[in-house]
């Protein structure tokens, strides 16, 4: 049953980090779940824009959200849609930077406290993991555009290198310090790259703990900012929020689909996942809203999970 889930969850959600679907051997099945999950987005996505969801969005409330968007690893990987290409983050960057809706985790901070306007549409860069290619392809792109990004390492991942499935390897303290100078906010992404709501509290708070701690420590300064490996529904609860908190984080980040609105809590916002493979129409509808649908998918996946979860025979 678990494996059934983390299978499932692997083609809708980035892999873990152990992970990959470019190894799992089964190209054909890879392919066809690849074309008919772009189908479904790009259905979603047009689909909103088609029917007008997107301009009426626009119209009763321009100004008045902000999105924070998902990127995981850079490079030409096929069919890998965690694996960004260079010259699509380039255009992605470009288009925002010329119309000014690239902000900071400041202005998304004093824009949900509804302190400060921000331009229509506005989007925040976040980056997971902790992989190499964020300084050897997307930093390049961030710098040249001036992008105020934020990037969620697992600190207990930072110089393991690369491990046997592992897409890529993960960067050394010394590259991430390097990242973090050109300008780039460093994160906590949990201390390893575990579903904080499937440990006991105490284990979750000590991922929250150890890697704040050890990035204070090689870093010089704690992280304010937190986002959930996974961050699925089945990844966080009421209880990890408030722990987190307490820990000393000031904004966590989960991954379900939506736009952060002035008077959003600060421990739990939302974000858009960015995928491989899509055009640049694609990438700025979901910047518009267009794939804020997608979060009746996780929680769909969720509420099978939970079914499953029920069902499942004692042991
Ligand atoms: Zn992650």
């Known amino acids: 049953m678990r494996r059934r889930r983390d299978r499932y969850a692997g083609f809708l959600y980035p892999a873990r980090p152990a992970q990959s679907l470019a190894k799992r051997g089964d190209a054909d099945l890879d392919r066809r779940r690849w074309i008919a999950k772009k189908v479904a987005r790009a259905a979603l996505a047009f689909g909103a824009w088609g029917t007008g969801a997107v301009a009426l969005r626009a119209r009763l409330g321009a100004g008045a959200r902000v999105r924070a968007l998902t990127y995981h690893r850079f490079g030409d990987l096929p069919r890998d849609p965690w694996c960004v290409p260079q010259r699509d983050f380039d255009a992605q960057m470009r288009s925002l930077a010329r119309a000014g809706r690239l902000v900071s985790l400041d202005d998304v901070l004093a824009f949900a406290a509804g302190r400060r306007a921000l331009a229509p549409d506005a989007v925040l860069v976040t980056i997971d993991d902790g992989y190499r290619s964020v300084l050897d392809v997307a930093l390049p792109v961030l710098r040249e555009h001036g992008v105020p990004a934020v990037f969620f390492v697992s600190a207990g991942c930072i110089g393991s290198g690369v491990g046997p499935d592992a897409p890529e390897p993960f960067l050394a303290w010394d590259e991430l310090a390097r990242v973090r100078d050109a300008g780039v906010e460093i994160g906590s992404h949990a201390f390893d790259h575990v579903s904080l709501g499937r440990l006991s509290l105490g284990d979750a708070r000590a991922q929250a703990e150890r890697s704040r701690a050890l990035l204070a420590e090689r870093l010089g300064a704690p992280p304010r900012a937190f986002a959930y490996p996974f961050g699925t529904r089945a990844d966080f609860n009421e209880a990890t929020e408030r722990m987190l908190t307490e820990v000393g984080y ?32 694609m990438f700025e509808l979901s910047c518009r809203g267009a794939m804020d649908g997608w979060r009746v998918v996780d929680e769909l996946l969720w509420r099978m999970q939970q079914v499953r979860a029920e069902t499942r025979a004692p042991s």
Not at 258 to 269: D, E, F, K
């Open 250 to 281: 000031e904004v966590v980040f989960n991954a379900l689909h939506g736009a952060i609105r002035p008077g959003a809590a600060a421990g739990s916002l939302p974000r858009v996942k960015v995928e491989a493979g899509e055009s640049l129409r």
